[in-house]
Protein backbone atom coordinates (compact mmCIF):
# COMPACT_ATOMS: atom_id res chain seq x y z
CA UNK A 1 0.00 0.00 0.00
CA UNK A 2 1.32 3.49 -0.45
CA UNK A 3 0.28 7.07 0.91
CA UNK A 4 1.11 10.42 -0.03
CA UNK A 5 1.51 13.36 2.60
CA UNK A 6 1.29 17.22 1.55
CA UNK A 7 3.08 18.91 4.37
CA UNK A 8 0.99 22.17 3.52
CA UNK A 9 -2.36 22.69 3.83
CA UNK A 10 -2.26 26.67 2.52
CA UNK A 11 0.54 27.75 1.01
CA UNK A 12 0.13 31.99 0.49
CA UNK A 13 2.49 33.63 -2.01
CA UNK A 14 2.86 36.89 -3.36
CA UNK A 15 1.93 37.71 -7.28
CA UNK A 16 5.23 36.76 -9.23
CA UNK A 17 7.03 35.12 -6.58
CA UNK A 18 8.36 31.21 -6.76
CA UNK A 19 6.13 28.69 -5.16
CA UNK A 20 7.21 25.08 -3.73
CA UNK A 21 4.49 22.76 -3.35
CA UNK A 22 5.92 19.66 -0.90
CA UNK A 23 4.72 15.99 -1.78
CA UNK A 24 6.38 13.28 0.55
CA UNK A 25 5.60 9.63 -0.41
CA UNK A 26 5.51 6.09 1.52
CA UNK A 27 5.70 3.32 -0.39
CA UNK A 28 7.43 -0.49 -0.10
CA UNK A 29 7.28 -0.59 -4.20
CA UNK A 30 8.49 1.48 -7.10
CA UNK A 31 6.09 4.11 -7.70
CA UNK A 32 4.84 6.49 -10.60
CA UNK A 33 3.89 10.07 -9.05
CA UNK A 34 1.30 12.80 -10.44
CA UNK A 35 0.59 16.65 -9.78
CA UNK A 36 -2.96 17.54 -11.00
CA UNK A 37 -4.57 20.63 -10.13
CA UNK A 38 -8.39 21.29 -8.92
CA UNK A 39 -9.98 24.90 -9.51
CA UNK A 40 -13.33 25.78 -7.73
CA UNK A 41 -16.15 22.95 -8.69
CA UNK A 42 -14.70 21.68 -11.30
CA UNK A 43 -12.89 18.30 -12.08
CA UNK A 44 -8.42 17.52 -11.96
CA UNK A 45 -6.68 18.70 -14.63
CA UNK A 46 -2.61 16.52 -14.84
CA UNK A 47 -0.04 19.21 -13.94
CA UNK A 48 2.88 16.91 -14.65
CA UNK A 49 3.91 12.94 -14.02
CA UNK A 50 6.71 10.96 -13.25
CA UNK A 51 6.93 7.41 -14.79
CA UNK A 52 10.81 7.01 -15.47
CA UNK A 53 13.67 8.69 -16.95
CA UNK A 54 14.79 12.05 -16.07
CA UNK A 55 13.86 12.75 -12.58
CA UNK A 56 13.25 16.59 -13.20
CA UNK A 57 9.69 16.81 -14.98
CA UNK A 58 8.04 19.61 -16.87
CA UNK A 59 4.29 19.84 -16.80
CA UNK A 60 1.84 22.48 -18.08
CA UNK A 61 1.68 26.13 -17.21
CA UNK A 62 5.20 26.64 -16.29
CA UNK A 63 5.04 24.17 -13.15
CA UNK A 64 7.73 21.37 -12.88
CA UNK A 65 8.56 18.70 -10.64
CA UNK A 66 11.73 16.33 -9.11
CA UNK A 67 11.40 13.08 -8.00
CA UNK A 68 13.97 12.37 -5.36
CA UNK A 69 13.98 8.56 -4.44
CA UNK A 70 16.43 8.82 -1.65
CA UNK A 71 14.24 11.11 -0.07
CA UNK A 72 10.72 10.11 -1.42
CA UNK A 73 9.46 13.49 -2.68
CA UNK A 74 8.20 14.86 -5.14
CA UNK A 75 7.86 18.44 -4.82
CA UNK A 76 6.22 21.00 -7.16
CA UNK A 77 7.61 24.46 -8.21
CA UNK A 78 6.88 27.31 -10.29
CA UNK A 79 9.41 30.32 -10.65
CA UNK A 80 7.05 32.89 -10.96
CA UNK A 81 3.17 32.62 -10.17
CA UNK A 82 0.61 34.45 -11.63
CA UNK A 83 -3.15 35.35 -9.92
CA UNK A 84 -4.74 32.34 -12.27
CA UNK A 85 -2.13 29.72 -10.52
CA UNK A 86 -4.87 30.11 -7.63
CA UNK A 87 -6.20 26.74 -6.88
CA UNK A 88 -5.73 23.38 -5.05
CA UNK A 89 -3.01 21.14 -6.06
CA UNK A 90 -3.14 17.17 -5.57
CA UNK A 91 0.12 14.86 -5.39
CA UNK A 92 -1.04 11.51 -6.50
CA UNK A 93 1.00 8.01 -6.38
CA UNK A 94 0.34 4.48 -8.01
CA UNK A 95 2.61 1.21 -7.48
CA UNK A 96 4.94 -0.08 -10.75
CA UNK A 97 4.05 -3.00 -9.45
CA UNK A 98 2.33 -5.22 -12.36
CA UNK A 99 -0.85 -3.45 -12.96
CA UNK A 100 -0.44 -1.87 -10.03
CA UNK A 101 -2.14 1.19 -11.64
CA UNK A 102 -5.14 -0.43 -12.51
CA UNK A 103 -6.76 0.17 -8.66
CA UNK A 104 -6.97 3.64 -9.28
CA UNK A 105 -3.92 6.56 -7.47
CA UNK A 106 -4.02 7.43 -4.01
CA UNK A 107 -3.77 10.84 -3.05
CA UNK A 108 -2.77 13.44 -0.89
CA UNK A 109 -5.10 15.80 0.92
CA UNK A 110 -4.16 18.70 -0.96
CA UNK A 111 -2.66 22.01 -1.42
CA UNK A 112 -4.48 25.53 -1.14
CA UNK A 113 -2.36 28.08 -3.27
CA UNK A 114 -3.39 31.10 -2.97
CA UNK A 115 -2.08 34.21 -4.74
CA UNK A 116 -1.45 37.64 -3.18
CA UNK A 117 -1.86 40.27 -5.38
CA UNK B 1 -14.46 16.41 -27.98
CA UNK B 2 -13.28 13.25 -26.10
CA UNK B 3 -14.47 13.45 -22.32
CA UNK B 4 -16.29 12.15 -19.07
CA UNK B 5 -19.72 13.72 -18.56
CA UNK B 6 -20.80 13.57 -15.23
CA UNK B 7 -24.76 14.74 -14.44
CA UNK B 8 -26.22 16.49 -12.67
CA UNK B 9 -23.68 19.29 -11.71
CA UNK B 10 -25.34 20.24 -8.36
CA UNK B 11 -27.94 17.67 -6.76
CA UNK B 12 -30.08 18.09 -3.31
CA UNK B 13 -31.86 15.69 -1.96
CA UNK B 14 -34.06 14.54 1.54
CA UNK B 15 -31.96 12.48 4.50
CA UNK B 16 -33.01 8.91 3.44
CA UNK B 17 -33.19 8.96 -0.24
CA UNK B 18 -31.11 7.13 -2.52
CA UNK B 19 -29.62 9.00 -5.44
CA UNK B 20 -27.95 8.04 -8.61
CA UNK B 21 -25.20 10.04 -9.93
CA UNK B 22 -24.73 9.54 -13.87
CA UNK B 23 -21.25 8.88 -15.47
CA UNK B 24 -20.60 8.48 -18.97
CA UNK B 25 -16.97 8.62 -21.00
CA UNK B 26 -16.71 8.31 -24.79
CA UNK B 27 -12.71 8.26 -24.60
CA UNK B 28 -12.82 3.97 -25.15
CA UNK B 29 -11.37 3.68 -21.77
CA UNK B 30 -11.49 0.11 -19.88
CA UNK B 31 -11.25 1.32 -16.31
CA UNK B 32 -13.14 3.80 -14.06
CA UNK B 33 -13.27 5.16 -10.75
CA UNK B 34 -15.77 6.83 -8.61
CA UNK B 35 -13.88 9.12 -5.83
CA UNK B 36 -15.37 10.95 -2.71
CA UNK B 37 -13.75 14.63 -2.13
CA UNK B 38 -14.54 16.78 1.53
CA UNK B 39 -13.17 19.47 2.29
CA UNK B 40 -9.42 18.82 3.57
CA UNK B 41 -9.32 15.40 3.42
CA UNK B 42 -8.56 14.88 -0.40
CA UNK B 43 -9.79 12.21 -2.86
CA UNK B 44 -10.82 8.61 -1.14
CA UNK B 45 -12.14 6.16 -3.31
CA UNK B 46 -15.85 4.76 -3.34
CA UNK B 47 -15.02 1.61 -6.30
CA UNK B 48 -13.49 0.63 -9.21
CA UNK B 49 -13.72 -1.42 -12.68
CA UNK B 50 -11.27 -2.46 -15.28
CA UNK B 51 -13.82 -4.40 -17.26
CA UNK B 52 -17.35 -4.38 -18.26
CA UNK B 53 -19.77 -6.29 -15.76
CA UNK B 54 -17.09 -6.23 -12.96
CA UNK B 55 -15.90 -4.01 -9.88
CA UNK B 56 -14.29 -4.05 -7.13
CA UNK B 57 -14.92 -1.68 -3.64
CA UNK B 58 -12.26 1.25 -2.79
CA UNK B 59 -11.21 2.39 0.59
CA UNK B 60 -15.14 3.83 1.73
CA UNK B 61 -17.78 1.76 -0.73
CA UNK B 62 -20.24 1.50 2.60
CA UNK B 63 -23.18 2.69 1.76
CA UNK B 64 -22.51 3.07 -1.93
CA UNK B 65 -23.48 0.41 -4.67
CA UNK B 66 -22.31 0.73 -8.82
CA UNK B 67 -22.90 -0.91 -12.21
CA UNK B 68 -20.80 -1.45 -14.98
CA UNK B 69 -22.94 -2.71 -17.70
CA UNK B 70 -21.59 -0.76 -20.26
CA UNK B 71 -18.13 0.18 -21.12
CA UNK B 72 -19.05 3.76 -21.17
CA UNK B 73 -21.39 4.17 -18.14
CA UNK B 74 -20.54 3.89 -14.58
CA UNK B 75 -23.44 5.52 -12.37
CA UNK B 76 -22.67 5.71 -8.69
CA UNK B 77 -25.88 5.00 -6.58
CA UNK B 78 -26.07 6.87 -3.36
CA UNK B 79 -27.95 4.77 -0.71
CA UNK B 80 -29.80 5.96 2.21
CA UNK B 81 -27.22 3.52 4.28
CA UNK B 82 -24.50 6.07 3.54
CA UNK B 83 -24.51 8.34 6.89
CA UNK B 84 -22.96 11.63 5.29
CA UNK B 85 -23.53 11.52 1.83
CA UNK B 86 -23.35 15.35 1.26
CA UNK B 87 -19.51 15.67 -0.79
CA UNK B 88 -18.31 16.48 -4.32
CA UNK B 89 -18.19 13.48 -5.94
CA UNK B 90 -15.63 12.91 -8.93
CA UNK B 91 -15.74 10.02 -11.54
CA UNK B 92 -12.38 9.39 -13.58
CA UNK B 93 -11.27 6.57 -16.31
CA UNK B 94 -7.83 5.21 -17.15
CA UNK B 95 -7.41 3.95 -20.54
CA UNK B 96 -4.48 1.68 -20.19
CA UNK B 97 -5.25 -2.08 -19.20
CA UNK B 98 -3.41 -4.75 -17.36
CA UNK B 99 0.72 -4.23 -16.50
CA UNK B 100 0.83 -0.82 -18.73
CA UNK B 101 -1.84 1.09 -16.35
CA UNK B 102 0.28 3.39 -14.66
CA UNK B 103 -2.60 5.14 -12.92
CA UNK B 104 -2.60 7.51 -14.71
CA UNK B 105 -6.82 8.94 -14.62
CA UNK B 106 -8.91 11.73 -16.71
CA UNK B 107 -11.35 13.69 -14.69
CA UNK B 108 -15.22 14.72 -15.33
CA UNK B 109 -16.42 17.64 -13.85
CA UNK B 110 -17.63 16.37 -10.62
CA UNK B 111 -21.54 16.45 -9.25
CA UNK B 112 -21.70 18.02 -5.43
CA UNK B 113 -24.65 16.40 -3.44
CA UNK B 114 -26.49 18.33 -1.04
CA UNK B 115 -28.69 16.28 1.73
CA UNK B 116 -30.60 18.56 3.39
Known amino acids: AQSVTQLDSQVPVFEEAPVELRCNYSSSVSVYLFWYVQYPNQGLQLLLK??????LVKGINGFEAEFNKSQTSFHLRKPSVHISDTAEYFC???????????????FGKGTHLIIQP | DGGITQSPKYLFRKEGQNVTLSCEQNLNHDAMYWYRQDPGQGLRLIYYSQIVNDFQKGDIAEGYSVSREKKESFPLTVTSAQKNPTAFYLCASSGLAGVANTGELFFGEGSRLTVL
Open chain 1, 50 to 55: YLSGST
Open chain 1, 92 to 106: AVSSQASGGGADGLT
